[in-house]
C-alpha cells in the first residue's frame, strides 16, 4: 500500500520537515529497500512480492525521487544528512532496527545505517563508495550521459521505444544484463523518473566526496554484486569484503547494476538469506 510521511531532521538551521513516499506490504520482520540515483522504489517491484512471503517489505522513494518531494532548505544530500533522514523515518514508521537491502547509492545508504547500528542486517547490491577515482568519474559520466539522453527524448519516443526489446535495450541496457524483460510500462516510468529526479544533481555532487573505509562490526552484512554490472565494475565488490572483511561476498551471474529485474528469484534468496 502507497503511503506519505512526514517528519524532522536536524538541521543547522533547526529542525527540518521531512517527507517521503513509501509502500508497505507483507508481514514479519520489517525490511527497508532503497533504491539507486535517479531510479524509484519501483525498481524493487520484481522482488517485492517474493520478499513479502517472509518480510514485512517497505520500499522507499529516497528524497528528490520518484514521487519523493527534495530535501527542504537547510538540509543537503550528503550521506551524514541522508542517513538522519532514514533513521527519522524508521522512527516515524515505528520500525525497530528493519533489515535494510539497497542497490547502488541505496547500497551505500544501506552500509551505512548498518554502520551506525540503526538496522539488523544489511544487503547491498552493487553499492556506490568502493569505486577507485578513475572508476567513479567514469560511473558519474554513464549517469550525467543517461540524465542527459532521458531529458532531451520526448516522452512519445520514449514510449515508442518502450514497446519492442530492442528499444528497451537502447533505454535501460546500461543498468540492466537482461533488459528486454522489463515491461513497457516500467521502462517508460523509470525513464521518466530519471527526467524528474529533482535530486539528481545535488546527490551525484555530494557523492564526489564519498570513499567507504569503515568496517561494519556486529551487524551481519551481505555485499553482492552482478557479473554483468557495467556502471559500477564488479571488483570493486573485492574491495568492499577487503574493507567489511566478515561480509559475504555473493556474484549474482548474469545480472547487471540493477539485478532485481535481471534474475528476481536470486536477489530475493540472497536478501533473505541476508536477513536471517
Not at 512519445?156 to 528497451?168: D, F, I, K, T, Y
Not at 555532487?205 to 570513499?211: E, K, L, P, S
Request: proline residues 7%.
Amino acid at each position: 500500500m502507497a503511503a506519505t510521511v512526514s517528519f524532522k531532521v536536524p538541521s543547522p538551521h533547526g529542525p527540518r520537515t521531512v517527507t517521503v513516499d513509501y509502500a508497505r506490504v507483507g508481514s514479519g520482520e520489517p525490511l527497508l529497500l532503497l533504491h539507486g540515483i535517479g531510479h524509484h522504489r519501483q525498481a524493487w517491484d520484481p522482488v517485492v512480492d517474493i520478499l513479502a512471503t517472509e518480510r514485512e517489505v517497505i520500499a522507499v522513494d529516497l528524497p528528490g525521487f520518484g514521487a519523493s518531494p527534495g530535501l527542504p532548505d537547510g538540509l543537503t544530500y550528503d550521506l551524514a544528512t541522508t542517513t538522519a533522514v532514514f533513521g527519522a523515518f524508521c522512527e516515524a514508521l515505528e520500525l525497530d532496527r528493519p533489515h535494510v537491502a539497497g542497490n547502488s547509492l541505496g547500497g551505500l545508504l544501506a552500509l551505512e545505517l548498518g554502520r551506525e547500528k540503526l538496522v539488523r542486517s544489511v544487503t547491498a547490491l552493487s553499492p556506490a563508495g568502493f569505486w577507485s577515482e578513475a572508476e567513479r568519474r567514469y560511473a558519474f559520466a554513464v549517469l550525467l550521459t543517461m540524465r542527459g539522453i532521458a531529458l532531451r527524448m520526448p516522452r512519445p519516443m520514449v514510449e515508442r521505444l518502450s514497446r519492442s526489446a530492442a528499444g528497451r535495450t537502447a533505454l535501460t541496457s546500461t543498468i540492466y544484463a537482461r533488459p528486454a524483460r522489463r515491461s513497457p510500462e516500467a521502462v517508460v516510468a523509470e525513464t521518466l523518473a530519471l527526467v524528474n529526479a529533482t535530486g539528481f544533481a545535488e546527490t551525484l555532487r555530494a557523492g564526489g566526496a564519498v570513499q567507504f573505509v569503515d568496517d561494519i562490526p556486529g551487524v551481519p552484512v551481505t555485499v553482492a554484486w552482478g557479473s554483468k554490472d557495467r556502471l559500477l565494475l564488479r571488483r570493486q565488490g573485492v574491495r568492499a569484503k577487503q574493507i567489511i572483511p566478515k561480509a559475504r561476498l555473493v556474484r549474482l551471474p548474469g545480472c547487471g547494476h540493477c539485478p532485481m529485474n535481471d534474475d528476481p528469484a536470486l536477489v530475493a534468496r540472497v536478501i533473505l538469506d541476508g536477513s536471517r
